[in-house]
T-cell receptor, first 114, second 107 residues
Framework: DGGITQSPKYLFRKEGQNVTLSCEQN?????MYWYRQDPGQGLRLIYY???????QKGDIAEGYSVSREKKESFPLTVTSAQKNPTAFYLC?????????????FGDGTRLSIL | KNEVEQSPQNLTAQEGEFITINCSYS?????LHWLQQHPGGGIVSLFM???GKKKHGRLIATINIQEKHSSLHITASHPRDSAVYIC?????????FGTGTSLTVIP
């Protein structure tokens, strides 16, 4: 079945450490997104990409980096510059057309600080 | 103030009750989405609508463009409907998310 796979489900980071969250999709979608979810807040956009080798900063990109070397993959690195990384991270993808399209979401990665 | 506001924040219902979750938005959007987030965290898209009403099983979504308001209704609610329901509006690739309504349906 087609879908989005995020891994790992749970991740722990030590102070000063970079960690990378994986997001893979086999839906043949052009657009991919990374969101951060904190308690009591709506999803906030970190980065998005509409095409391979191109990506744009979202509302809260500081302390994060991404790459889009393959259509299927959009990994997110949480760098040591992100001072408050504890959150739930969701990856999504969608078709890029002139018409509105729903986003398809992964099951998320919960990141905690040790 | 969030661009998308939902009410109520939390909702507890008895099995079989009719449930309504409301969503108001203050920005121009081209479509309104209703999402369901299960306790494990995964999100499923329930509806995308630009006008009128859509129905899928026991779920009904309506939107009033003039009033910038949408509602999600669940008929004959069941404990398996317990989840967080999120309203979101989009214009192009820009999505605005509400903070979600946590629904608990008690047997």
């Amino acid at each position: 079945d087609g879908g989005i796979t995020q891994s790992p489900k749970y991740l722990f980071r030590k102070e000063g450490q970079n960690v990378t969250l994986s997001c893979e999709q086999n839906l043949n979608h052009d657009a991919m997104y990374w969101y951060r979810q904190d308690p009591g807040q709506g999803l906030r956009l970190i980065y998005y990409s509409q095409i391979v080798n191109d990506f744009q900063k979202g509302d809260i990109a500081e302390g994060y980096s991404v790459s889009r070397e393959k259509k299927e993959s959009f990994p997110l690195t949480v760098t040591s510059a992100q001072k408050n990384p504890t959150a739930f991270y969701l990856c999504a993808s969608s078709i890029v057309t002139r018409e509105n399209q729903p986003q398809h979401f992964g099951d998320g990665t919960r990141l905690s600080i040790l | 103030k969030n661009e998308v506001e939902q009410s109520p924040q939390n909702l507890t219902a008895q099995e079989g009750e009719f449930i309504t979750i409301n969503c108001s938005y203050s920005v121009g959007i081209s479509a309104l989405h209703w999402l369901q987030q299960h306790p494990g965290g995964g999100i499923v898209s329930l509806f995308m609508l630009s006008s009128g009403k859509k129905k899928h099983g026991r779920l009904i979504a309506t939107i009033n463009i003039q009033e910038k308001h949408s509602s999600l209704h669940i008929t004959a609610s069941h404990p398996r409907d317990s989840a967080v329901y999120i309203c979101a509006g989009n214009t192009g690739n820009q999505f605005y998310f509400g903070t979600g309504t946590s629904l608990t349906v008690i047997p």
